[in-house]
């Protein structure tokens, strides 16, 4: 779970969860590996977000026993 604030002070929670964290390390680190190999990104230094869709990434984990949602994060 993480929580995020934007620039304009909106909250968000991003809540990802599965059965097996090692065996999704695994395929997290190919399915990555794949996608920067068909689909470059831009040179340097990226977080995964930046240099792959990340609704897309985690869509291609559900089938691996991936759940995940975004919700409104509470107030602090």
């Known amino acids: 779970m993480i929580d995020a604030?934007?620039?304009d002070g909106r909250r968000a929670r991003g809540i990802v969860q599965g059965p097996d964290t090692?065996?999704?390390?695994?395929?997290i680190a190919v399915e990555g590996s794949r996608r920067l190999i068909f689909e470059p990104a831009k040179p340097g230094v990226l977080a995964p977000a930046q240099a792959?869709?990340?609704t897309a990434f985690l869509d291609f984990l559900?089938?691996?026993?991936?759940?995940?949602?975004?919700e409104?994060?509470?107030?602090?």
């Open 62 to 70: 559900i089938p691996h026993g991936i759940q995940w949602i975004i």
């Open 52 to 54: 792959y869709h990340p």
């Open 5 to 7: 604030t934007g620039a």
């Open 22 to 27: 090692y065996g999704t390390t695994a395929v």
């Open 72 to 76: 409104d994060a509470p107030a602090t």
